[in-house]
Each structure stands twice: as C-alpha cells, then as structure tokens.
C-alpha cells in the first residue's frame, strides 16, 4: 500500500529535497511508496543529459521574467515548469525495468487525458505524450526519472494551463523545433492541477501496480 499527496504549489529544490528524504526512508522501510503531486514556481530545470545551450536565456534574463534555474538529478535534457502544469513524483521501488516505470507512468496519463478530450500517444523514441495539432505534433506531457538502489524519483510533468510562452524560453527536451501545449490550448478550458490530483493518482496507481491510499498532509517527520 502506498500514499499520495497533494502538496499545492512548492518550489522546485524543496519538492527535490523532499524526494531524496522520501527515497532513504522507504529504502530503510521507514516510509510507504509515496506519490507527491504538486505545481512548482515557474523554473527551468536541467537534466543529466542537458545542454546548457538548451536554455536560450542567461540565468540574469530568467531571474528578470520570475523564471529560476535548476540543475536536477533526473534523466533528460531542458525542460519548464510553473503553475497550471501538474507535476508528478512517484518515489517507488521499481518493478519492471525503468522502461516499463516510464511507460506505466505515460498510459496512466494518456487515460486521464483522454477523459478530458485529448487524445495522446505516447513516443518511446522521444518519451513524452504528444498530440495532433494543425501545425504538427506538439507535447502535452514530459518524463524525466531518476533510479538509485531501484526506488525512483521525479517523474512527469503534465501541462494542463501552464504559461507555453516560457517553452520558447528553452528548447524542450532537447528536441529543436519541439512544441508545447496544453489542455487549455487544445479544449478551451482544464480542471486545475489540484481538481485532477486525484484522478490522476487512481490511474497512476493501476498502471504501476500499487494501491495508492491518501493523507491529508504530509507526516511531520518528512516535511
């Protein structure tokens, strides 16, 4: 049995703290399988695999726009994250493979978003959830995670009404000439991050094999 959280909006270094701390707990079975869904601050964040070139403004002009700048532990190259964008984190031990963790993570998704109206597929080649758009294929939802003594962390961010005006501010996930969009750009309207936490922790939990329970809050020894 694991838990989810909804956490609301936490910056992007306390959210990966707070991974880390998870991780050593459930590796010392001090902690259940933890689920945290959450919206971070707006931020540009950077993979292990990232190109500094990636991101297309000096750190100066991100700090003048509200835009901060991180380094994180996952896999992956640029990408964004801000308000409107669900972000979720599964710190689990892993069952299949990364590979199958992954794709888990993306059929979930790809459900929840095709009760929304959105149909979505997901490419192993380039792993994100995309869609048809007039102007060709752009992406709704990025994965990026990270394996230490075989329990995961980071996870997916999943636009739902982010600013897509800060996605020309990198090249996204490395990938020139990559688009992003949105629930609210393709449907004209999307339930907010928090309204969907739910549903989505229900489809995350089927895909991945374990029974997500919830708490209100997290425990005091964690936060």
């Known amino acids: 049995m694991g838990v989810w959280h909804w956490l609301g909006r936490v910056p992007f270094a306390r959210a990966a703290a707070l991974q880390e701390k998870l991780r050593s707990e459930i590796r010392d079975d001090r902690a259940p399988e933890t689920l945290l869904l959450l919206e971070h601050d707006a931020v540009v ?117 982010p600013n897509l005006d800060a996605f020309g501010l990198i090249v996204p996930c490395g990938l020139p000439g990559c688009r992003a969009t949105s629930v609210r750009a393709l449907r004209g309207s999307s339930p907010t991050p928090g309204e969907l936490s739910a549903r989505v922790a229900d489809a995350l939990g089927a895909h991945l094999g374990i029974a997500f329970g919830v708490r209100a809050a997290l425990p005091d020894c964690i936060t």
């Open 45 to 161: 964040t950077l993979g292990r695999s990232a190109r500094p070139e990636n991101v297309l403004q000096s750190e100066s002009a991100l700090a003048a726009r509200g835009i901060g700048l991180h380094r994180a532990s996952r896999g992956g190259d640029v990408t964004f994250h801000g308000p409107g964008q669900l972000v979720g984190y599964p710190i689990v031990r892993l069952r299949n493979g990364v590979r199958a963790h992954v794709e888990g993570m993306a059929f979930a998704l790809r459900a929840v978003l095709a009760e929304l109206g959105v149909m979505a597929r997901y490419k192993r080649e380039a792993p994100g959830l995309w869609v048809d758009a007039p102007a060709g294929e752009e992406k709704i939802c990025a994965f990026g995670v990270n394996v230490h003594h075989r329990i995961t962390m980071h996870g997916f961010a999943l636009n739902l009404d």
